[in-house]
Nanobody
């Protein structure tokens, strides 16, 4: 059974950077797409970035294009989200998700991690 564990969240000032990591256990990581979502209280979970199984295709929300980069290391069963030039509006709980195709909308399919808090102060 696939399980996902996120790490790397924290408190950072506006303009700063963080790198999130999502480690997958169980299943075949290299066969699965990965995605990052985020959620603030009272709002729907929203898509941030996605990457296909072999890293040939990446997808980004307009709000993070040019600032965030998704990547993966199949040898380490890990996906990453490098976040640069962070803004207060990036504050949210960040979740990683996996399925056989990249999810770009909130879904009950696939597997979700438990989330990691990112807080950006102004």
């Amino acid at each position: 059974q696939v399980q996902l564990t996120e790490s790397g969240g924290g408190l950072v000032q506006a303009g700063g950077s963080l790198r999130l990591a999502c480690v997958s256990s169980g299943g075949t990581f290299s066969a699965r797409a990965m995605a990052w979502f985020r959620q603030v209280p009272g709002k729907e979970r929203e898509f941030v970035a996605g990457i296909n199984y072999n890293a040939e295709k990446t997808y980004y929300a307009d709000s993070v294009k040019g600032r965030f980069t998704i990547s993966r290391d199949n040898a380490k069963n890990t996906a990453y989200l490098q976040m640069n030039n962070l803004k207060p509006e990036d504050t949210a709980v960040y979740y990683c998700h996996t399925d056989y195709s990249v999810a770009t909308t909130n879904t009950r399919a696939g597997v979700w991690g438990q989330g990691t808090q990112v807080t950006v102060s102004s």
